[in-house]
């Protein structure tokens, strides 16, 4: 299926404008975790390794279907891991979408990907794509 | 894709259309394509803050010999056999290596919280002078005050990053005064 650039743009930013919906004033994050069950770890009831605050607005608008990220926040790790997966969530804590992590072919390249606790977690760069 | 129903196609005008009845049914379903994400990041072995504040004026082009790094580590080098997993006739000795990257970033000390911000682009690059020689091209900020220059490397891709804090003064040219603690 091939889509126009305005229509990958409208579905990329649907997706990462969820990024900053919240009605707290606690910002969006990236939770890393040792496991890639994602999608069934809630922060609260789950033991991440490690959040990465976003910024306010979390992501650029998109541009050729691509949105990057604005800069995130370093943060520590709580506990010795291999991280494996990370979920990314809204300011209400809302799980809107996350991956794989590892040292290569991965949604995320951490390198490496075994942390201890109080060592720190450094994102450089993220981007949501629609092809 | 699939599609119920009967289409009617007339080659001479161009048209294309969906003849729709009692009886007959026309659907389309579209599936969107994967969505990607890609994310990178590395890990901060150690942070270390160095004991010696240097002091510049506001606004001072730095160069050569101010900010400097220089990458050092003990290594083995000028083997020239390998024999059953042993690499013979190298030496043991500090030399110079290139990282795997490396950058710079400015962060200011607010006086009340002794919290640091970031100062302007946080992945700045450094200039290389020689092996594993840097120094950081940079204007001291304009507000005086207490700085910290951040450089971070990798030096390969498997091994942990590692972060050095390097503290400087931003030091008034007498204009605008200058807060201490």
Redesign the interface.
């Known amino acids: 299926?091939f889509?126009a650039i305005m229509a990958r743009n409208a579905?990329?930013n649907a997706?990462i404008q969820l990024v900053d919906v919240g009605t707290d004033y606690s910002s969006a994050g990236?939770y890393l975790f040792d496991s890639t069950d994602i999608p069934l770890y809630q922060p609260d009831s789950s033991s991440p390794v490690a959040r990465l605050a976003m910024s306010s607005p979390a992501f650029l608008d998109a541009t050729d279907g691509t949105a990057y990220s604005n800069?995130i926040t370093?943060n520590t790790a709580i506990r010795d891991a291999t991280v494996t997966g990370?979920g990314v969530y809204n300011r209400d804590s809302t799980f809107i979408?996350g991956?794989t992590v590892s040292?290569s072919a991965a949604?995320?390249?951490?390198?490496?990907?075994?942390?201890?606790h109080d060592?720190?977690?450094?994102?450089?760069?993220?981007?949501?794509?629609?092809? | 894709m699939a599609i119920y129903g009967k289409i009617h196609a007339t080659d001479s005008t161009h048209v294309i259309r969906f003849i729709g009845g009692p009886l007959s049914v026309g659907l389309i379903q579209?599936?969107?394509?994967?969505?990607?994400?890609?994310?990178?990041?590395?890990?901060?072995?150690d942070?270390t803050r160095l004991p010696t504040e240097l002091t510049y004026m506001q606004d001072q082009v730095l160069s050569r010999g101010d900010m400097t790094l220089v990458l050092t580590d003990w290594t083995y080098s000028g083997w020239s056999d390998y024999t059953d997993g042993t690499y013979v006739d190298g030496v043991w000795g500090f030399r110079n290596y290139i990282p795997s990257w490396i950058n710079y970033s400015v962060w200011h000390m607010d006086y009340d919280s002794s919290q640091y911000s970031?100062v302007g682009y946080?992945?700045r690059q450094p200039i290389t002078d020689n092996v594993g020689q840097y120094y950081a091209p940079m204007v001291t900020p304009s507000p005086p005050g207490h700085y910290e220059l951040r450089w971070?490397y990798?030096k390969t891709?498997?091994?942990?990053?590692h972060?050095i804090r390097a503290p400087f003064t931003s030091r008034s040219r007498g204009v605008d005064s200058m807060r201490d603690y």
């Open positions: 299926m889509k579905a990329c997706v990236i800069p370093d990370f979408f991956g040292t949604d995320m390249i951490l390198n490496p990907n075994i942390i201890y060592q720190t977690a450094a994102l450089t760069s993220a981007y949501y794509l629609v092809p | 579209l599936t969107d394509s994967t969505h990607q994400c890609g994310l990178s990041g590395y890990i901060l072995s942070t970031l946080r992945f971070r990798q891709s498997t091994v942990y990053a972060e």
